[in-house]
């Protein structure tokens, strides 16, 4: 098993950043991709970004791209996501996951643990 825990969450205002961090712990060995998806009020779980295990590939929407950054050091086994000029559709509980497969990286239903979530509220 992997335990999640998140943290960095926070209210900021639009235009604001907030850096994002996930710490994993237990079978580490096990996980190959790790995420972070978000989900607001009313809405689906919305895939944001994910990283392989080397950290070489990166993968993004187009909602985030070129304001999000995932990073992951797999000395700490931890993943962060720095999110620049946020806007106040990015206001979502953000879920770090974690995959053992390489495959199927903006599948939600494709990851095998979950942390608990963080809030992340922009103001106008």
């Known amino acids: 098993q992997v335990q999640l825990v998140e943290s960095g969450g926070g209210l900021v205002q639009a235009g604001g950043s907030l850096r994002l961090s996930c710490a994993a712990s237990?079978?580490?060995?096990?996980?190959?991709?790790m995420g972070w998806f978000r989900q607001a009020p009313g809405k689906e779980r919305e895939f944001v970004a994910a990283?392989?295990?080397?950290?070489?590939?990166?993968y993004y929407p187009d909602s985030v791209k070129d304001r999000f950054t995932i990073s992951r050091d797999n000395a700490k086994n931890s993943v962060y996501l720095q999110m620049n000029s946020l806007k106040v559709e990015d206001t979502a509980v953000y879920y770090c996951?974690?995959?053992?497969?390489?495959?199927?990286?903006?599948?939600?239903?494709?990851?095998?643990?979950w942390g608990q979530g963080t809030q992340v509220t922009v103001s106008s």
């Open positions: 996951a974690a995959k053992k497969a390489a495959y199927g990286i903006t599948w939600s239903g494709g990851y095998d643990y």
């Open positions: 990283i392989s295990r080397s950290g070489i590939s990166t």
């Open positions: 237990g079978r580490t060995d096990s996980i190959n991709v």
